[in-house]
């Protein structure tokens, strides 16, 4: 048994002092365990050893519904275990969504014995992340990575734990002005690849990854379309769309500076290549990331917006100009009309407007005015010749 009390540094005074809590530490199956007992009496930390002790040899001696050589794993390897073996039936994208989710619980939790990841744990990690700005979508999701890599569903483990409520906006569509202002403000940044890039985004709808990993060979010039490449859907895999006059010209002046800095354009090399904010480095590897030139962007246009609203907008303008139903899920990529409807974004003006124009007209061969029976005249009878 090992009861220590920690020093620390005071910040005001710069002298080592020692905390007034009491810490337990022990070795249990090969592994340091190290814990707060969260208690200034010393007989109470004692026991509160005895108890963390005995609850990882009962956990040892295996439960029911589990093997006692998993109870005694960390965190840091049932996600690396999972992260193994997820990658072996699932698709890329999907792999990165749980590495980047794993990177928080490896940091915060990453050798926290399984036995110990209680729902207190849990909860202590939830306010944490929210301490540091996290979304609750964001803790969501990563505490569903965490309890699909131990193995259980999230109520089985921790019961009592209720799910962090989710903001429901599926985003906002942008109004003409804003969406001017956003692309002028691209223009003028230093990064040659922004302007193109978002130009792609609001007159193609496609989602960021899309645009992202587009080659040349998705770009038709002559024949003004584009093709998607790989895909969040099956439905959107492969789908082509028509290139607007502005995106079209636009795509024409970033060939000619691709052309000028690399000296050819290759069928199978990226439209938005890796590159540095002025120069082109390898066409043969998509950009990484955009998100600095955006944020400049954002800041410079003075648009509150997240970069797949421009999706929104496009979706939203589809919807406003009448375009049938089938042929927006076709360009969108949707794969049911409930997807479609959650992107919709039909402005307030719009709906007005439509009102505004049937409004004091004649409605299904129902006059504004309902005639009395005296005003009633037998209908003609028609004549044949």
Request: with cysteine.
């Amino acid at each position: 048994m090992s009861l220590f009390r920690r020093t620390y540094i005071d910040k005001k005074t710069g002298e080592q002092k020692e905390s007034a809590v009491w810490w337990y530490e022990f070795v249990f199956s090969g592994r340091r365990v190290q814990e707060s007992a969260k208690t200034k009496l010393k007989t109470i930390a004692a026991e509160a050893e005895k108890d963390h002790r005995r609850r990882l040899e009962r956990a040892n001696a295996g439960l029911p519904t589990e093997e006692p050589n998993r109870r005694v794993k960390t965190v840091a390897e049932v996600l690396k275990t999972y992260g193994g073996e997820y990658k072996t039936n699932h698709r890329q994208n999907s792999l990165v969504v749980v590495v980047n989710r794993s990177k928080h619980l490896l940091r915060l939790l990453g050798p926290t014995l399984l036995p110990d990841m209680s729902q207190s744990k849990a909860l202590e990690y939830v306010e944490r992340r929210r301490g540091e700005g996290a979304g609750n979508r964001t803790i969501n999701l990563e505490l569903m990575v965490l309890s699909r890599a131990i193995g259980y569903t999230w109520r089985a483990l921790w019961p009592k734990l209720k799910k962090l409520e989710e903001n429901q906006d599926a985003g906002r569509a942008l109004d003409r002005e804003e969406e001017d202002r956003v692309l002028a403000a691209a223009a003028a940044n230093p990064s040659h690849l922004i302007y193109p890039y978002l130009m792609v985004l609001t007159w193609t709808g496609m989602r960021s990854d899309e645009a992202r990993r587009l080659r040349w060979s998705q770009v038709d010039l002559k024949s003004g379309q584009v093709t998607v490449g790989k895909a969040k859907t099956e439905a959107g895999r492969g789908r082509p769309i028509p290139m607007a006059a502005a995106l079209r010209a636009s795509i024409e002046h970033h060939a000619a500076f691709y052309t000028q800095a690399l000296g050819t354009i290759q069928p199978n090399w990226y439209v938005f290549p890796k590159s540095n904010r002025t120069r082109l480095e390898d066409p043969t590897k998509p950009v990484t990331s955009l998100k600095t030139a955006w944020e400049t962007v954002r800041t410079d246009a003075a648009v509150q917006c997240r970069l797949h609203d421009l999706r929104h907008s496009f979706c939203t303008k589809l919807g406003e100009a009448g375009v049938p139903e089938s042929t927006m899920l076709d360009m969108m990529g949707h794969v049911s009309p409930a997807m479609l409807k959650r992107y919709s974004h039909i402005r307030a003006k719009s709906r007005r407007q439509a009102m505004d124009a049937i409004e004091g007209r004649t409605l299904f061969g129902v006059p504004t005015v309902s005639p009395t029976v005296g005003d009633a005249t037998p209908p003609k009878k028609s004549v044949t010749h």
